[in-house]
């Protein structure tokens, strides 16, 4: 198995609402990642998982909340966000100092 | 700090042509790899080349071939007889190559195949 998966494919949320994006890899890959990318930009690290332990935070805001509840699974938890957070939000997955393997994205409006 | 610059933003070319994507890169790093992803309209970004900065030789996949000249920090990607599915957004990135990696993106070409 060589995918990596993302739930929901879109996503339309208020300004108000609780939401979470799903990615999941049986790959045996052991660090994760959540990127975000705006339209006709690069695609923008936010968070790095290693070992289901938070690595790297880009300075992200907080009503972006990861989670890793096991080496498979990567949750991205939303809370509060604003209409300039819509955007394609990428998970991916690697072995160590390989090439990262990326889902097909969730597309989040927030209106 | 790791910088990619890709300065073509968009190439058109006819199909079954050969195509060159420039990239140029800066890190501090002593040791990085330099990889090639390609992003349908759909959105996925699918892993196209690796070449590590240590690798005495260039990269191939396929199709798919990275000029590496490291004295003048290119690593440019050579797509061979081009098809119309190979139309598509394509980024350059870089990153340390131990332990998770924090890949840097250039702003990406945005390639067309022409029938």
């Known amino acids: 198995d060589t995918e990596v998966t993302q739930t929901p494919k879109h996503l339309v949320m208020g300004m108000t609402n609780k939401k979470s994006l799903k990615c999941e890899q049986h790959?045996?890959?052991?660090?994760m990642y959540w990127y975000k990318q705006k339209a006709k930009k690069p695609p923008e690290l936010m968070f790095v998982?290693?070992?289901?332990?938070?690595?790297i935070n880009e300075s992200v805001p907080s009503r972006f909340s990861p989670e890793c509840p096991n080496s498979s699974l990567l949750n991205l938890h939303l809370h509060a966000l604003q209409p300039e957070d819509s955007a394609l939000y990428l998970c991916?997955?690697?072995?160590?100092?390989?090439?990262?393997?990326f889902g097909p994205g969730t597309r989040l409006t927030v209106l | 700090a790791q910088k990619i610059t890709q300065t073509q933003p968009g190439m058109f070319v006819q199909e079954k042509e050969a195509v060159t994507l420039d990239c140029t890169y800066d890190t501090s790093d002593p040791s990085y790899g330099l990889f090639w992803y390609k992003q349908p309209s759909s959105g996925e970004m699918i892993f196209l080349i690796y070449?590590?900065?240590?690798?005495?030789q260039n990269a191939t996949e396929g199709r798919y071939s990275l000029n590496f000249q490291k004295a003048r920090k290119s690593a440019n990607l050579v797509i061979s007889a081009s098809q119309l599915g190979d139309s598509a957004m394509y980024f350059c990135?870089?990153?340390?190559?131990?332990?998770?990696?924090?890949?840097?993106f250039g702003q990406g070409t945005r390639l067309t195949i022409n029938p």
């Open positions: 790959m045996g890959h052991r660090a």
């Open positions: 070449q590590g900065s240590y690798d005495q």
């Open positions: 990135a870089t990153s340390t190559i131990q332990g998770a990696q924090k890949l840097v």
């Open positions: 991916a997955s690697s072995q160590d100092g390989q090439e990262q393997f």
């Open positions: 998982y290693s070992y289901e332990k938070l690595s």
